[in-house]
């Protein structure tokens, strides 16, 4: 089975990085996008792109856009959606969780305040019998976990052993919860019997991805490596590398594609207006296809950094997303230049 590399469509209509990228739950219909442009954003990517224009002032007309979401008032650095997608949640510079009606385009429930976390929160996830629970990770260093069905706004619990920021939250089987933090570890909790194990990976950790068996868990870090760890025993079960592949500024996010047979992730070593996602085999490690992804013109150019000094532009895939949770024939990916490109079979 050949891997779907076929540029589809390109999503149109942020303007700033995409930070948050997902597809609704099954049958996956549609993407959401979180940006620093501090909207959310729901698109159909099976509806037909944008005729183009003669104008080239022209700004280019989002046709597979459905709905803009605004409430944040800071950019949009993570989402989940309900299984049911009725709902979903997102988090970012607000310091809190929204909980968002997806028919009403309103939030229903914003979990934060004095009992919520102090910083930005980078990650949020549902988790729970019947998806009860929110659980979010922050630039505190800690992890909360809210009560979706309960009227008070107070965590029912708040793991604080990470040291570093928290980047990445997971929920696993039955009662337990994992965490990734700029510290280098992945801690994995069991809120119910109260215990704690932690693997050291060495390096600040990005994201977390869980095996459909719940045996492994696929870890991003900024040491240009995908770790993919043993659940049970923490040992090392493959490791992701590849010359001119680089990580180690950004958070992007990797994840499972076709049937957990390829691993994916965007690359920083991408020079120019194009980006780049690195494919690897899952049970081999070995690199079997470097996708192109279309930038936006102009993104090249150099820009001034935080330091004063003058940079050569890239566009960074900082984030992809498998439909139907890694099952299905299609996949996305979007970055820093706010584009989001949908690929598939030919």
Not at 5 to 16: A, D, F, H, Y
Not at 208 to 228: A, E, F, H, P, Q
């Given at each position: 089975m050949a891997f779907p590399?076929?540029?589809?469509?390109?999503?149109?209509?942020?303007?700033?990085p995409v930070h948050a990228l997902t597809y609704s739950s099954t049958p996956s219909t549609y993407i959401l996008t979180g940006s620093a442009d501090r909207s959310i954003r729901l698109y159909n990517p099976s509806r037909p792109a944008a005729a183009p224009t003669t104008n080239p002032l022209a700004p280019p007309t989002a046709t597979q856009l459905i709905q803009t979401y605004t409430a944040h008032g800071y950019e949009v650095l993570d989402l989940c959606v309900s299984a049911d997608n009725a709902a979903f949640a997102s988090v970012g510079g607000d310091r809190a969780v929204f909980l968002w009606d997806v028919a009403t385009a309103q939030t229903t429930r914003r979990f934060g305040g004095a009992q919520g976390h102090s910083a930005r929160i980078n990650a949020v996830c549902y988790g729970g019998a019947g998806e009860s629970v929110l659980i979010s990770g922050s630039f505190d260093a800690s992890v909360r976990m809210w009560d979706v069905r309960s009227q008070s706004g107070k965590p029912?619990?708040?793991?604080?052993?990470a040291r570093d920021s928290v980047s990445a939250v997971l929920a696993g089987e039955g009662h337990e919860v994992f965490s990734g933090s700029v510290d280098g570890r992945v801690r994995c909790y069991d809120v119910r019997a109260g215990r704690l194990e932690v693997d050291v990976i060495g390096a600040p950790v990005t994201s977390?991805?869980?095996?459909?068996?719940?045996?492994?868990?696929?870890?991003?870090?900024?040491?240009?490596?995908?770790?993919?760890?043993d659940r049970d025993g923490g040992g090392l079960l493959r490791a992701y590398k590849e010359e001119g592949f680089r990580n180690d500024e950004f958070r992007c996010r990797?994840?499972?594609?076709?049937?957990?047979?390829?691993?994916?992730?965007?690359?920083?070593?991408?020079?120019?207006?194009?980006?780049?996602?690195?494919?690897?085999?899952?049970l081999s490690g070995k690199v079997v296809e470097r996708v192109r992804i279309k930038g936006k013109e102009g993104e090249a150019k150099k820009k001034i950094g935080r330091d004063g000094k003058e940079k050569e532009g890239r566009n960074v895939v900082s984030c992809v997303a498998w439909k139907e949770n890694g099952r299905g024939d299609q996949w996305c990916c979007a970055g820093t230049d706010g584009i989001v490109t949908v690929f598939g079979r030919p």
């Open positions: 590399s076929k540029p589809l469509t390109q999503l149109l209509g942020s303007n700033g029912i619990m708040v793991l604080g052993d977390l991805k869980r095996t459909r068996d719940g045996k492994g868990i696929l870890v991003g870090s900024l040491d240009s490596c995908v770790r993919l760890m990797s994840a499972f594609g076709g049937n957990e047979r390829w691993v994916v992730c965007g690359n920083e070593e991408a020079k120019g207006a194009d980006g780049e996602v690195v494919v690897w085999d899952t």
